[in-house]
């Protein structure tokens, strides 16, 4: 089992930025993959950030050259550093794990998760 703590949510104007923590705790050693999600009002699950145990990324478009998913594996937690926010980011936001092998394409697929956090609402006013 892995325990997945976010922090770091709130509200901010158009153009902030925001840092999401997640304290990963339990038997993190065997996943694969962990990324960020989020959910708006009456839209599906979307992959936002995912990083490989190697430390490689992936992006969605709407994030790139604007988000920043990074890992620290001594603390066992995941950050994803949001930067020139938008109004159309707005959203809860969940950190995820999988223990299952994915490609960089899957990992953007929430159905490949085996872990969820509770969740952290991210609100960008314009």
């Known amino acids: 089992q892995v325990q997945l703590v976010e922090s770091g949510g709130g509200s901010v104007q158009s153009g902030g930025s925001l840092r999401l923590s997640c304290a990963a705790s339990g038997y993190t050693y065997n996943t694969y993959y962990m990324g960020w999600f989020r959910q708006a009002p009456g839209k599906g699950r979307e992959g936002v950030a995912v990083i490989d145990r190697d430390g490689s990324a992936t992006y969605a478009d709407s994030v790139k050259g604007r988000f920043t998913i990074s890992q620290d594996n001594a603390k066992n937690t995941l950050y994803l550093q949001m930067n020139s926010l938008k109004p159309e980011d707005t959203a809860m936001y969940y950190c995820?794990?999988?223990?299952?092998?994915?490609?960089?394409?899957?990992?953007?697929?929430?159905?490949?998760?085996?872990?969820w956090g509770q969740g952290t609402q991210v609100t960008v006013s314009s």
């Open positions: 995820a794990a999988t223990i299952w092998y994915l490609t960089s394409v899957q990992a953007l697929v929430s159905d490949g998760y085996n872990y």
